[in-house]
């Protein structure tokens, strides 16, 4: 699980961005071939602007159903 906010300054364009990070997970850890997974929402936030990134990363189920499957939506500033 990440913990924290990773900050992007973007120098030639003057942006600023905070990720948050979805959490990892270890799949067939002893049988199988192991695999790594990430779970959750990753938050991109453009302080710059207002504008925000939200991706959502599907688990994969038993039979491989969602296996790399991510939703996502881009919400802009009320000010644009």
């Known amino acids: 699980m990440p913990i924290g906010f ?3 300054y973007l120098k030639s364009t003057n942006e600023h961005y905070s ?3 979805p ?3 270890v ?3 002893l049988f199988g071939t192991m695999y790594l997974e990430h779970i959750g929402k990753l938050i991109t936030v453009n302080h710059t602007n207002g ?3 939200v991706l959502d990363f599907l688990p994969t189920s038993w039979y491989g159903v969602n296996k790399n499957h991510v939703k996502g ?3 802009k500033s009320p000010e644009d």
Request: aromatic letters at 6%; charged letters at 10%.
């Open 6 to 8: 990773q900050h992007v």
């Open 19 to 21: 990720i948050k990070r």
């Open 23 to 25: 959490n990892s997970q």
């Open 27 to 29: 799949g067939n850890l």
């Open 51 to 53: 504008n925000v990134c």
């Open 73 to 75: 939506n881009v919400y």
